[in-house]
């Protein structure tokens, strides 16, 4: 049993490494909102034992932060002849095949600190719920050219129908 789907005849595509610090940012400021939400009770009452929540709580911010770059790197795609192969994930891995004729949105979005880094994620869904995959951390250009390779696999794979 081999521990990834390894594919012969194609090269794992992977995002780019300033992600990280797109999600690292996203845990540090989600670590922030959760220590401060968690402290209230521990304030407000004055009972002792109440600090070890927002404690608990900065730990697992922790241990997530120094995940990320693993987790980063874990990412990945491929342009296949019929579909976009899709991969993320350590302990729980998730490998998502998308046929390009089922392909209904392909979609980018930029969200603040992204933008600053000059990236992008690329968002494509199909009728089903499930099969909708983001790729995040793909720079600007990397993400529109994909996009409109997406798009024009998908349409002539629907005009085959």
């Known amino acids: 049993m081999t521990d990834r789907l390894e594919l012969p005849e194609t090269e794992w595509r ?24 968690t402290s209230v009770p521990a304030v407000l009452s004055g009972i002792s034992w109440l600090w070890a929540i927002p404690s608990v709580a900065g730990l697992i911010t922790l241990v997530t932060v120094l995940f990320i770059p693993r987790r980063v790197r874990s990412i990945g795609y491929q342009l296949r002849d019929d579909d976009l192969l899709f991969r993320r994930g350590l302990m729980f891995q998730r490998f998502v095949s998308v046929p390009y004729g089922r392909m209904q ?16 994620e690329l968002r494509f869904v199909t009728a089903a719920a499930a099969t909708g995959v983001v790729i995040p ?17 998908a349409e002539s794979r629907r005009a085959g129908l």
Do not use: F
Request: aromatic share 2%; no cysteine; charged share 25%.
């Open 14 to 37: 992977r995002v780019s490494p300033k992600y990280v610090v797109v999600d690292i940012v996203g845990a540090i400021i989600t670590g922030v909102i959760l220590l401060v939400a």
């Open 105 to 120: 949105l392909v979609d980018i979005n930029r969200g603040p600190v992204a933008r600053l880094l000059g990236l992008s």
């Open 137 to 153: 951390g793909l720079a600007a250009t990397d993400a529109e050219e994909l996009r409109d390779r997406l798009v024009e696999l």
